[in-house]
Every structure is written in C-alpha cells, then in structure tokens.
C-alpha cells in the first residue's frame, strides 16, 4: 500500500506541481525509501547498523546465526553505509531540453534535475560524497562531490537556477569532465544525447578507461518517443537547427525507426563498454531512475 | 461517344476541390518548437519522395472518381446503335399529327370520329407504347409553325408519358384547325426536330452514323400541294432533303399513317364574292358562288343556300335561318362550278354579310363560306381635264365622264358619281378632299373624293404635289393618264422623286406619235396591249378566251416609254407589245413588251395607277372600243376600294383597321364567330392622329401558355363572321369575313410507296391499328448503349481502391 502510495507521488505530473525543486526531491526520495521497505539494496556491505527480523523474501546468508544460537530467532544484521562513493551527476542543460510537449509534464531539463536532485538526495542520505556539473556546448558549473548537508543546498540552487541555452556538445564536454574527476567513482550522465551517438559514447568511454561507473539516464520527451503528431506541422529546431515543415502522421514510422536506430546505437555502445543506459521519458515516475542507480550502486559493492 | 446531358460534364470540374485541398494544406500548418529535428530531417529526407507518390496517387485517384462520377451523369452512349436485344433498344420517335381542317373529315359513324381524332388516338397509343429510355418529340403542323408543347425530345418514362397523355388532348396544342397542309413544310422542318436527339443537338459529323428515329406522320395523306397528279413533286428539292438529310445524315425512317377515309368525297364552296367591284347602294348586284367536287365522281342533288344579313351564327349552323335563295346543284366530278348567282339589292351603304352554305358531306367546315360586302352611296370621282375644251368631246376627260357616270339601266342611278375640274381648281378640290378624308368638319356627312383621274395634265405645283400624296396616304388612290401636254421632268422631279414620289415609274420618253400622224402614215408602228399580270383583279378579267380578243382589237400610237423602280414595289398589269402583221395573233409572255400601266400601292393604304398613253383618242384608237369602257370603270371602281380595312380575309391573316381620335376607345371587343368577345388595345400611330387596330396582335416570339399567344401565333383562327365593336358611339360597328384556303378540301391522296418513290426514300406505311404492333414487334429502330453503369461500377473500384490505398498508406503513418 505504501508502495502504491509512493508511487502515485512519484508520478511526475504531480511532482512537476511542486515548485521547489528541495521538497521535490525529496519527496521522490522518500517516497521511494518507503516503497523500497524490504530491498535488498539498503545497505548490507558497510558497517553494522541494526539487527531486524528475518521475513520470508530476506536472503538466508545475511541471518545472523549467533543472535539464531542465542534467541533460537532468525534475525538479520543490517549496516550503516561507508560514506566511501564519490558520485558526480553530469546534467544536460542545453537548449533542446526545454522541450515540453505537453504543459501538464515536466519539460526535459525539469525532470532531469528532478531525477538529479532525487539522486543528490538519496546519494547525501546514504552519507556518500556527490558532485554536480552542469554543461551545455561547455561546462556551466561544476560541484565538487562533497557529503555536507550546506554542499546539497548549494547543489540543489544551482539545479533550480539552471537556464536551458546553446547547443548540445557532449563529446568534448565529457572528455573534459573524465580529465577532471580524478578520483573513481560513480559518474550520472542525464541528458537527451542529441548529438552524434559515437562522440557521445567515446566521451562515456573515456570515463570507464578512468575506471569510473556510468549510468546514463537518457531522457527524453514523451512525445520524442512517440511521435504523436498529425496535421501538418512546420517543426522549430532547437539549438538552431532551422526547421521542417512535414505530415508527420506519414513520417512517424521513419522518424521512429531513426530513434530506434540512434537509441539502438547508444544502447549497443553502452553495453559493449558496461555502461548502465537507462532510457527514460519524462512521463516516467522518477523511481526509475533512483531503482537504476541502486542496482549499479549494489553492482559496484558487489563487483 | 455523345452524351445525354452534356452540360452536367460540368460536375467534372469539382476535381478542383481535392486539387484545392492539397495545395490548401501545404500552406496550413502549426507550427511546433521540436528538439530531435536531426532525426526528423534523416526521416523526412529518406520518406519525402515515397509520400509525395503516395499523395499524388491518392489525389490522382480522387480526381478520377469525381471525373468518372461527372461523365456517368452527363451520361455517355455509343454513337451508332449496336446489337441489343429489342426490349433493351431505346427508340427515338417523331409524331407530326396533321390538324388542317380537312382531318375534319367524320370517318366514322359519329360527328365526333372524325380523321383528326383517329390520329389523335393514334398518337396516344404510340406514346403508350413506348418505354422507359425511349424519347418523343411530338408536333403538330398545318400551313404555319404551331405552337410546340415541346421543342425537344422529352424522354418516355411514366411521368413523361402521362404528360404527353395529357397534352394529346389539349387542344391549344393538338386540336383540329382551320388551316391548309403543308406537308412540304413540315419535312423541311423535320431535319431541325431530328437532329435534337442527336448528341449536343448537332448533326452527327461525318463518319460517325446518326441515331436510328422513327417518324410518324399521322395525316390524310393529301395529294394536294405536295405531288402533281404524276407522282412528282411539286417541289423537287425535296427529294434531296429526304435523301440526304433525313435518310443518310440523320437516319430517320418515315412511317406514314393514312388516318383518313379510305374513299373521301368532298365538296367545297371555294369562293364567295360580289360580281361587282365596288356594290352601290340600291343597285342589283350579284354574289357569286364556287363549288367544287373534288372527287372521282358526280355528285347531284345538292342545294346551296344564300344568306344575307343574318346576325347570329348559331342561326346559321342550326339551320334556323331563313335562307335568301336556295339553288339546286349537281356537279360533275372533279368540275369546280359557279352557282348561280343570288342576285341582291342592298338598301342600305356600309357593310353586309353574306354566307352560303352547301348541303352536308363529311367534312363540313368547308360547306361554309362567308363574305361582307361593302355597300357603297357612290364611287366620287374627280377627273382633271389638263387639255379642257368647250367643244363636245374635245376636252381630255369627256369620253372617260361618259364612261363613268353611264347607268346601267335607266331606272337606277350611276353608281359612279364623277366631276370634272381643271388644273387650276385641283388644289381647292384637294384641300377639300383630304380633309373629307381625314375627318374634318367641313365634310361631315358627306362622302369623300374616292379617286382623282389626272388627265394630261401639264405638271403639277410643289403644293399641288403634297395634297395629292396626303390624299393618296389616307386611303385614297389616283390615275396619272398621260398625254402630248405632259412635262416628263416636271413628274419625274415633283412626282417620281426617285421611287418615293407618287409616280410608280420614271418617265423616259415618247414613244410613237399620235393617232392623226398614224392616220396619215401606213407604216407608223402600232402598239397591241396585252396583260401583264395575271394576278391584277383588272388585268385578270382579260385573260378569259373572249376577253383577249378586247385587248387585240385597239392600237395604240404613243405612251411614255417608263423606267420602273429598282425598289419592285410597281407592277405592271398591262404592256404593249409592238405588232407585226404576221404575227397579230401571237402569243406574248407577260414578260414581254414595254409596260404601258404601272401601279404602285402607296402610303398606309392608297394605290396609284398610271397609265402611260392618253386617256381620249389623242395617242390611240381606245376610244370606241369595249376594253376602254370596261377598263376603266373596273379600274377605276378597283381603286376606289378602300384597300383598308380589308372586309374579306383568310384564316391565318390579320385584320388591321385605322380609327380616327373621335372614335376612339381605350378597348375594343372583336366578336368572334365561337361568339367570344376578345379584348383589343389600339395602338397610336406615330405623328397621326389616328389609332391601329390589329387582330389578333402582331405575332409574338415569347411562347406563351394563354388563348390570346396562341391566337397571335396563328393569325386569325377560324372561318366566319367576326364583329368589331367599341363602347365609343361614334365607332361603327365594323365586320369581317374570314374564310378557308378552298384548296384544302381536295381530299385526293397519295399512297407511302407513291410518296416513297417521289422522294427517293424508303416508306412505310401502317393503317392506325397496327400502330403498336409496328413499335414493340422489331423495334424498328435501333438502341445505343448506354455507358453510365460500367462508369458506375469504376467509381465504386476507384472508392474502394481509394480507401484500401488511404488505409495502408494509413497504417504506415500510424
């Protein structure tokens, strides 16, 4: 019930309606912790914390034997996490995620910095150290990974001042960034990658050769993934790429196969290097994005 | 390929309203910001050429369906007729229903199955019979173009046919009239009918066959008018027409259909009149009856009664009528006779009805005959001496007062009352004359100057000129006789004017010398008259075997030679040809010689005559002779009847009549012999103070539904007497005769194959009752194929195809 309750409250179209961006975060997060009651993905690999009865669904090797011995009791050991993760959340601020299909869900860059605020939050609360940098054809700002609560604040204004501009240039823009975060970590790139796919993944590339983990939250608008149009419409590039006037009910299979292909390439590019891609639209609840960067969280204790 | 209806190929052009929308909609679009163009651009650069096929065709095929859709209604057929079973052919049919009189004829035991209604039931069975897709044209024809109840082909579906049922019986359109054949006529028009079935309402051009049509002529199948008694026809171009234009180029077949009695007998009265020009009050006068037979054989034991005066037609037609003479008469076959005359004294100036009336045969409309006789006080006529003497018989006009004013017996008097006057009293006469004429006060009650003989005078004043064309402009007429005293160029200049003047010709010179130089030379050339117009009433009545003899007799020594106008509004009832001894008794062709009388009608209603050699013994030996008293009172009594109104007129004419302004009333009733009253407006005459009367009204070109349109179209309508009557006191109640074309009662027929041969055709020819068995056993006529279902069946294939096209074209887009 929780979950569902959760749930509904993760739905960015309610989320959207909470201006700041703080409580909105928080908010997904909580909701999302409480949803999350029995994952296997709270902490089991840093220091002890609590023990707390075994339910059926717990994996048998974290019951703690000797409290079994003592009490005759199941019980399992819980831990506090090592603040030992340094995370560093790259958001796309270019101009094309403005794009708004649809006023009653969040534009591209809201929910990109919904997501990257939920993650700030879940990341801090977890006591790891997170970063922040925002980037267009260059680096807007970036935010050294830090753990203190002011270092959340000042993250989190930065994200609700961000302005969409320019064009998008990932390629040199994560070139830059792999120079620059110097120690290993986990990387979160959130973007709509509007840009040619193999300078997006050789960027993404070079972080894995400094032996960082990526996840890739690739956001898009839910009507770039379906394509829902009709009449004759002139369409308005963004970032100034002139424009086009089309049927684009006759043009939609086409204009689908192209994403399909372009996301199918990043897809490939992905997994080939190991890096997590998450496709997300921004009719999406934003549990997605937290529930991915759980399981690479848990993949990189586990690995 | 033609089409039924062509102009709905203009529902074709609503292929402008896809077109439209296609392009329409490559300028109406929104406008949205979209940030994924790049793939946008790849799609839109990889689809473009695929869709802009795909919307070509989808257009294409719109177009298509519209087009294909516009020319199934305009409805296409083959041009020629093609194989199809008989219940499949569409038939063309022409009904030409004759509805002279002589359809009249009674062929049955009843008064009421008469010839006419055979053909009318005749034609009723033939719109029965035709069917669904069949087209008609029905047409009733006389001697004139009758009133159409339709001008083009009407198609033969239920509704239609019930139509045509309908208008079969209304007479406005189909009823029997009064009127002659005029079979040559209507198959000069059927080319005209026939090629409105044809695609567009043209003849089909050449190499394309016309439409199979059937004509139906439903007539008595008269000879008379159309082919002599050879089998030929009387006018021969026909039978190129028949040929070419029927047969060939629009391939009609003819199919007669003899409505009449097998052995028709009939009698006409052809013609009733006064033996007398002009009928004087209290003197004798003779009316004179014609009758013929015009069948095979002699017909005894008729009686032919004489009316006079009787008021009401009903009494004449329901024999209550009290006859003024009864003849008995026997008339061999084929012979045309003159009754004997009724001879009659009117008491009483003005006009007088006379009818006569000819025991019963079957057609009876024709036994009737009806005639007014305008009786006169006197004939006044003024004779300008221009050569006066005071020695008997010396002056120019004494012989011609001698032979006008003559009585014909001693106890009744002259019915021409003449006075001589000189050149110089001629004004004073005028001015009297003219204002008698007009109206005027100072001649109230007394008879006006008739005709004014101008004898050799020298030339006439300027003055002299105008009183005399006022006088000759009010009905009037004149007679210019000349003489060795006449000016030719004064006339020429003051009388001629170049064709517009009262002279009828131009004088050019003397010819010959006078009668005492003729005298005293053997070898002068003398002049023999002959006649120069057959038609001229004058002229006519020298044509008889011992009349011409009166011509031959006289010479003449001298006349004016006489150039006539270019304008041919002269004719010429007498020439003179020059004689020589050989051959005196030769035969001369009227047109032949120099002329030596020459009239001219002029102004509204007046005529002049000019005689072109004297009027005493100066210029020829007429004098003594019997041709100059008869001519010259017949000449003179010819003109002194008042050319208007004319009392006596055919059916189809037009009776016109001039009311002065004291007469005047805003409606006059014209009392028809049916004893209907119709209403007639006069009219003013431009610049008079006079008003015209016509009736019926000038003919109209509107096609008008009312009586009245159908009166004006056909003139006047039917034999008898009708009354002109006004609420105005001062108006006289005026009466007219119309009478029929006597022609017409000449029931002898013709066969088809007689016609057929004349023409040069192939006929056909059906009693009435095998009218349909003839249009439903072979069809006679062939069908054409119609396309519209197969064009039908290609917009269901185009819609389909259409849809199935938009669907997957569709589902691609979706």
Known sequence: MAGEVGRKYLDPKTLTKISRLDIRARLVVEGFVTGLHRSPYHGFSVEFAEHREYVPGDDIKHIDWKVYARSDRYYIKQYEEETNLTATILLDGSESMRYQSDPSLPSKLDYGCTVAASLLYLILRQRDAVGLVTFDEEIRKFIPPASSPSHRNLMLSELENLVPRERTSLGPVLHTMADRVKRKGLVILISDLLDEPEKVLSGLRHFRHRRHEVIVFHVLDVAERTFPFNAMTRFEGLEALGHVICDPGALRAAYLEELEQFMGEIRHGCRTDRIDYVPLDTSQPLDVALTSYLATRSGMKLS | ?814
């Open chain 2, 1 to 814: 390929m033609e089409f039924v209806n062509p102009f709905l190929m203009l529902g074709g052009l609503a292929i402008a309203a896809p077109i439209a929308i296609f392009l329409l909609s490559r300028f109406r679009y929104r406008t949205v910001e979209w940030a994924a163009l790049t793939f946008l651009l790849r799609a839109v650069k990889k689809q473009q050429r695929r869709l802009r096929l795909e919307n070509l065709l989808l257009l294409l095929i719109r177009c298509l369906i519209l087009i294909a859709f516009a020319v199934a209604l305009a409805r296409p057929r083959a041009v020629s007729p093609v194989e199809v079973s008989p219940d499949e052919k569409t038939q063309n049919v022409v009904v030409l229903i004759d509805t002279s009189y002589s359809m009249s004829y009674q062929v049955g035991s009843s008064a009421e199955e008469t010839a006419h209604e055979r053909a009318r039931s005749a034609a009723k069975e033939i719109v029965g019979a035709l069917k669904d897709g069949d087209r008609v044209l029905i047409r009733a024809f006389d001697d004139v173009a009758r009133l159409e109840a339709s001008t083009v082909p009407r198609n033969a579906n239920d509704a239609g046919r019930k139509e045509l049922l309908q208008e079969l019986d209304d007479d406005l359109f189909y009823g029997a009239r009064a009127r002659g054949t005029s079979l040559s006529q209507v198959l000069q028009q059927l080319p005209g009918m026939l090629v409105r079935f044809e695609p567009n309402g043209i003849r089909p051009p050449e190499g394309r066959p016309p439409l199979a049509k059937t004509v139906f002529v439903l007539t008595d199948a008269q000879r008379q008018g159309l082919l002599d008694e050879e089998g030929k026809l009387l006018e021969p171009k026909l039978a190129d027409l028949a040929k070419k234009d029927l047969e060939t180029e629009l391939g009609a077949t003819l199919v007669l259909i003899d409505c009449g009695a097998d052995q028709p007998r009939n009698l006409s009265v052809t013609r009733l009149g006064t033996r007398e020009a002009v009928v004087g009050r209290g003197l004798p006068c003779h009316v004179e009856a014609r009758v013929k037979n015009w069948s095979n054989e002699d017909i005894g034991d008729l009686t032919l009664k004489y009316f006079v005066d009787v008021d009401e037609e009903v009494d004449l037609e329901g024999g209550e009528a009290e006859p003024q003479k009864i003849v008995s008469l026997q008339v061999a076959a084929g012979e045309e006779l003159l009754a004997e005359p009724l001879s009659y004294t009117f008491e009483t100036p003005g006009l007088h009805r006379v009818a006569v009336h000819l025991s019963s045969d079957a057609l009876t409309v024709d036994n009737w005959r009806h005639y007014v006789v305008d009786v006169r006080e006197h004939v006044r006529v003024l004779l300008v001496d221009g050569e006066p003497s005071n020695e008997d018989w010396e002056g120019e006009t004494d012989f011609l007062y001698e032979y006008l004013t003559i009585s014909v017996s001693d106890d009744v008097q002259s019915l021409i009352s003449a006075e001589t006057c000189t050149e110089a009293e001629l004004g004073q006469k005028l001015s009297e004359a003219v204002s008698a004429a007009s109206g005027g006060e100072a001649a109230q009650g007394q008879e006006s100057l008739d005709v004014v003989v101008l004898a050799n005078v020298p030339s006439l004043s300027p003055e002299d000129s105008a009183l005399l064309e006022d006088f000759v402009k009010l009905g009037r007429s004149v007679i210019f006789a000349l003489g060795s005293r006449v000016d030719a160029k004064a006339y020429n200049e003051f009388l001629y004017r170049e064709g517009r003047g009262l002279l009828p010709a131009e004088l050019v010179r003397v010819v010959g010398g006078t009668s005492a130089d003729a005298s005293l030379d053997e070898d002068a050339p003398a002049w023999v008259m002959h006649v120069g117009d057959r038609e001229h009433p004058v002229a006519g009545l020298f044509t008889d075997e011992d009349m011409v003899t009166h011509l031959r007799d006289p010479s003449i020594f001298g006349f004016f030679e006489a150039k006539l106008p270019e304008s041919g509004v002269s004719t010429v009832p007498f020439r003179v040809n020059q004689t020589v001894d050989d051959n005196v008794g030769a035969p001369v062709t009227e047109e032949q010689g120099l002329p030596l009388l020459v009239e001219r009608p002029f102004g509204r209603q007046g005529r002049v005559g000019l005689w072109l050699t004297s009027a005493d013994a100066d210029w020829n030996r007429l004098v003594p002779y019997v041709f100059n008293y008869i001519f010259w009172r017949e000449y003179v009594l010819y003109l002194a009847q008042r050319a208007r109104p004319e009392h006596n007129l055919d059916v189809g004419g037009q009776y016109v009549s001039f009311i002065r302004l004291e007469e005047f009333a805003s409606k006059v009733q014209v009392e028809t012999p049916e004893d209907e009253e119709i209403s007639v407006v006069p009219e003013k005459v431009d610049g008079e103070e006079l008003y015209r009367l016509t009736f019926p009204k000038e003919q109209l070109d509107t096609e008008g539904g009312d009586e009245a349109d159908t009166l004006n179209r056909d003139g006047l309508p039917e034999p008898g007497f009708y009354a002109v009557k006004s609420s105005n006191e001062k108006f006289q109640t005026d009466y007219f005769a119309v009478a029929l074309d006597g022609r017409e009662g000449n029931l002898a027929k013709f066969s088809g194959q007689e016609l057929g041969e004349a023409l040069g055709v192939q006929i056909r020819e059906i009693r009435p009752e095998e009218v349909v068995p003839s249009l439903t056993a072979d069809g006679g006529v062939g069908g054409q194929r119609e396309y519209w279902p197969e064009l039908l069946a290609l917009v269901l294939a185009l819609l389909v195809s259409e849809s199935i096209l938009a669907a997957i074209f569709g589902r691609r887009r979706r």
